[in-house]
């Protein structure tokens, strides 16, 4: 959404490239104002692009009635496989998260933008700002934001706050953290893949102390045999949990006995992690009893720390997927 302001800056660039093209090498057309405005219908967080015009909820139920029931449902509870607009309040950290106009858009500018802009899905860009400000009143109210008295006009709906805007934030992490190399560089021609943590990142190109993914740097890495035919890359955490395993968890999940899940067991595996790790670590460290059995708190060695309890998950999970 923050990359829109650059969008734009970057489409009045083209333009007035084009300005230059045009009359040096005698081909395209001016973009006059009008063409631009005919583009230029983004609207920003702040309001900003918001025509004038005034609509309400009341007016706003029958359109929506007659223009967007028919996918999204009465109530915004979609119809069928149609995107469900309304509801699905705390459930974003959940493991089935709703993500509506409501539980999820950090701004109602979007959800004008996107009426306007795309619906109905099969005449987009049919409504007038009127019907506009009108329908997008009645998600709002749909969703508990507004009440049924709104009147929403550009000053109002400038003003709305949505209810989980405060988990969006700026990322203002660099794009790369990588330093160009410029002598004494890996030469790429050695680098070989060999493997990957967790079947997705390579590492072993990763040059010592390049600073590159510190946590996972190839010197780091060894490797363990999984199987007979797969390698498998540890991370440090594996690798120090490792010893704990041998130590206090090998003796069921080795095996599989009393109904733990067996190391390797890729199947077993991918369902509990399929519950997140923190859950994995949770139950580890207070002991758990699912259906299958019994799992001590600690494998039974209360001598261990949380740390080594979770390294010694982390190389049961990474050996298992
Ligand atoms: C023919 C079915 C249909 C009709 C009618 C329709 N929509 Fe949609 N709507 C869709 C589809 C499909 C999408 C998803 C489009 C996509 O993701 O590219 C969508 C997406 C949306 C979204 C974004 C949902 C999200 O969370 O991403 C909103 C808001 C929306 N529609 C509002 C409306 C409104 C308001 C109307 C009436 C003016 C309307 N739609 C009419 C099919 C429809
Ligand atoms: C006495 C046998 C035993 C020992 C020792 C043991 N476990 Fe378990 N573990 C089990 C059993 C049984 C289950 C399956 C419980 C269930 O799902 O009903 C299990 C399940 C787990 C799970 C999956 C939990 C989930 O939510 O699905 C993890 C993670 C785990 N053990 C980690 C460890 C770690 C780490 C150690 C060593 C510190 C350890 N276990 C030692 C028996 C054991």
Same mark, same amino acid.
């Given at each position: 959404m923050f990359r829109f302001r650059n969008f734009n800056i970057l489409i009045a660039c083209l333009l007035m490239g084009n300005v230059a093209e045009a009359a040096s090498l005698g081909i395209g057309t001016h973009a006059s104002p009008e063409v631009i405005l005919g583009w230029d219908i983004d609207i920003r967080p702040? !309001?900003? *692009?918001l025509p004038d015009g005034e609509g309400s909820v009341s007016s706003g139920e029958p359109l929506y009635e007659s223009?967007?029931?028919?996918?999204?449902?009465?109530? !915004?509870? *979609?119809?069928?496989?149609w995107p469900v607009l309304a509801g699905g309040e705390n459930?974003?950290?959940?493991m089935r998260p709703e993500k509506t106009v409501g539980s999820y858009?950090?701004?109602?500018s979007t959800l004008w933008d996107y009426i306007y802009r795309a619906m109905p899905y099969t005449a987009?860009?049919?409504?007038?700002h009127e019907e506009v400000y009108s329908i997008a009143a009645y998600v709002l109210y749909l969703n508990d934001i507004?009440?049924?008295?709104f009147i929403s006009n550009k000053k109002t709906f400038s003003q709305i706050k949505m209810p989980?805007?405060?988990?969006?934030?700026?990322?203002?992490?660099?794009?790369v953290e990588n330093v160009r190399c410029m002598k004494d560089c890996a030469n790429p021609a050695e680098f070989q893949i060999v493997t990957t943590i967790n079947g997705l990142t390579p590492t072993s190109h990763f040059k010592k102390d390049?600073?590159?993914a510190s946590s996972h740097s190839g010197s780091n890495v060894s490797v363990v045999q999984k199987s007979d035919a797969i390698k498998v890359a540890l991370s440090p955490m594996a690798n120090a949990g490792k010893p704990v395993y041998i130590k206090s968890?090998?003796?069921?999940h080795n095996t599989g006995i009393a109904g733990a899940p067996k190391l390797g067991d890729l199947v077993e595996w991918s369902s509990r992690l399929s519950q997140g790790i923190r859950i994995l670590h949770k139950h580890a460290i207070n002991g758990y009893q699912g259906g299958s059995g019994v799992m001590p708190a600690r494998g039974g060695n209360m001598s261990l720390t949380d740390d080594e309890v979770i390294n010694a998950v982390a190389y049961m999970v990474e050996l298992s997927r």
């Open positions: 702040d !309001g900003l *692009g223009k967007c029931a028919g996918c999204h449902g009465l109530f !915004g509870e *979609g119809e069928g496989r459930t974003l950290d959940t858009w950090p701004y109602a987009p860009q049919s409504l007038t507004v009440g049924d008295d989980n805007v405060a988990n969006f934030y700026v990322d203002d992490r660099p794009d390049s600073g590159v968890c090998q003796t069921c």
